[in-house]
């Protein structure tokens, strides 16, 4: 590169900042942290650069982009999510750029790569399983490039430095299965996915304590969440477990089970209780109707979003770990009690 002819995206990509962060520290030093600021000037100096119409214009423009990112949006409950959101960001006028992720870690990288490029203002992260390595790639993305983030309907119990919105899972899958206790149930089984949630390991920590009180063995039994699969697996457990209770941890899955048990002659309540979780469309499609958690999923997405506006605006959050209440809504496939 001849000096002299760097561009804004040659400076962005080597002080590791979007293109509103140069301009900024070109054009509104005052609102750069000092030693970003000192990096972008550095850079800028190193490099050559001199700072062109659509760098300062980039100071004056009013962002209005907020970056998305989704697990599988075929899930009921992502869509319900994704309606509270737009209805929020709808009222502040901005614009959403959907990012849908897919099982691979390294996929995820390279997209939350492109999110920096496209210079949005926020983002909200609603994959419902969150590692270690990915929190610390969220930090980078919050701390060295200044994208405000909000985890969504997720949790890192770690540390607070990014907000979130959710629910206590723990308690919830407590809750539930107390409920399948107090109808007398004695083998309740907890249908989780093979795939590790964050979200899923607080329900099942929840059922663990509900089953240690009740002074009943627990069995997590773990499946796939695609039907195709879990269908032959659920008229596997059939053939070999005496079941009386199931709490899944998706509405979809409880309503599946519920299908291999009527084809097995089976009958909702009377011989198996099943409970879902969340309270999506799913619950009121079942045949019986399914009990299940309430999860405030559209009130989740909206709250995110609103949370998020605060974050991008600079005001003060109260709390940083934000739990919205939870209820359980008893139907068909359970036991009155």
């Known amino acids: ?42 850079v800028i100096e190193e490099l050559g650069y001199k700072p062109n119409a659509f760098a300062k214009g980039l100071a004056s423009r009013k962002s209005t982009t907020v970056a998305v990112l989704v697990p599988d949006m075929s899930r009921a409950s992502i869509a319900e999510m994704m309606n509270g959101i737009a209805d929020i960001a709808r009222v502040y006028k901005y614009s959403i750029l959907l990012y849908i992720l897919d099982n691979d870690e390294s996929n995820e990288e390279e997209v939350l790569k492109e999110i920096i490029a496209a210079q949005v203002d926020g983002m909200l992260y609603l994959n419902d399983e969150i590692t270690d390595k990915q929190y610390e790639f969220l930090l980078k993305i919050k701390n060295e ?15 607070e430095d990014i907000p979130s919105v959710s629910i206590d899972y723990e308690q919830a899958g407590y ?9 007398g149930r004695q083998n309740i089984y907890m249908v989780s996915t093979v795939r590790k949630y964050m979200v899923n390991d ?22 796939s969440g695609r039907i195709s699969v879990n269908t032959e ?18 509405d ?12 097995n002659h089976v009958k909702i309540p009377e011989d ?22 309430d999860v405030p999923i559209y009130d989740i997405g909206a709250v995110s979003m609103r949370v998020l506006t605060k974050v991008m605006n600079q005001e ?4 940083r770990t934000i739990m919205l209440e939870h209820g359980i809504v008893s139907r068909g496939s359970t036991l009155k009690s």
Not at 175 to 183: D, L, R, S
Not at 316 to 319: L, M, P, S
Request: charged letters at 25%; one cysteine or more.
């Open 202 to 223: 607080l329900k099942e920590k929840g059922y663990l304590r509900a089953m240690k009180e009740a002074n009943l063995a627990p069995q997590i039994m773990r499946t």
């Open 252 to 263: 979809s899955i409880a309503v599946s089970f519920i299908n291999v048990a009527r084809s």
């Open 272 to 293: 198996i209780s099943v409970c879902g979780f969340q309270n999506t469309k799913y619950s009121r499609l079942a045949r019986p109707n399914l009990t299940c958690v």
């Open 1 to 42: 590169m001849t000096k002299g002819k760097a561009t804004i995206y040659d400076v962005a990509g080597a002080a590791h900042v979007s293109l509103a962060t140069v301009s900024r520290a070109i054009n509104n030093p005052e609102k750069v942290k000092p030693e970003t600021r000192e990096r972008v000037l550095r």
């Open 145 to 159: 490039y200044q994208i405000p983030i909000v985890l969504s309907n997720t949790i890192y119990h770690e540390r």
């Open 175 to 183: 809750e539930i299965t107390k409920k399948m206790v107090a109808e």
């Open 316 to 319: 003060e959050i109260e709390e």
């Open 233 to 250: 697996h659920f008229n596997e457990y059939f053939e070999s477990h005496k079941v009386d209770g199931v709490v899944a941890v998706r």
